[in-house]
Nanobody, 122 residues
């Protein structure tokens, strides 16, 4: 099927930068949209950024101008470059992808990474 493995989280000071990566593998025909979500304790999971198969991007207002989402099509990987990090960016970040899968049949499904912790100190 499809597996998605995240990396790049960690502890960083306010104003610092991190780059998250999420690599998809498995029975992938192609990937439509890829997204990054985040969830802070006691809060709902929210969409941070998304990128389509045509490289159109969208961002939450709270991260616009600071975060950049990108894709490596050859590696089935999505990245989130996070600059000028703020304490309020602290959350578990999850990647998500809409994937066209082919096993015995062909179908579209949504897959999630395991989550990676981002902590921004004051």
């Amino acid at each position: 099927q499809v597996q998605m493995v995240e990396s790049g989280g960690g502890l960083v000071q306010a104003g610092g930068s991190l780059r998250l990566s999420c690599a998809a593998s498995g029975s992938i025909v192609s990937i439509n949209a890829m997204n990054w979500y985040r969830q802070a304790p006691g809060k709902q999971r929210e969409l941070v950024a998304g990128i389509t198969s045509s490289s159109k991007t969208n961002y939450a207002d709270s991260v616009k101008g600071r975060f950049t989402i990108s894709r490596d099509y050859a590696k089935n990987t999505v990245y989130l470059q996070m600059n000028s990090l703020k304490p309020e960016d602290t959350a578990v970040y999850y990647c998500n992808a809409e994937v066209i899968v082919k096993t015995i049949s062909t179908y579209t499904a949504s897959y999630w990474g395991q989550g990676t912790q981002v902590t921004v100190s004051s």
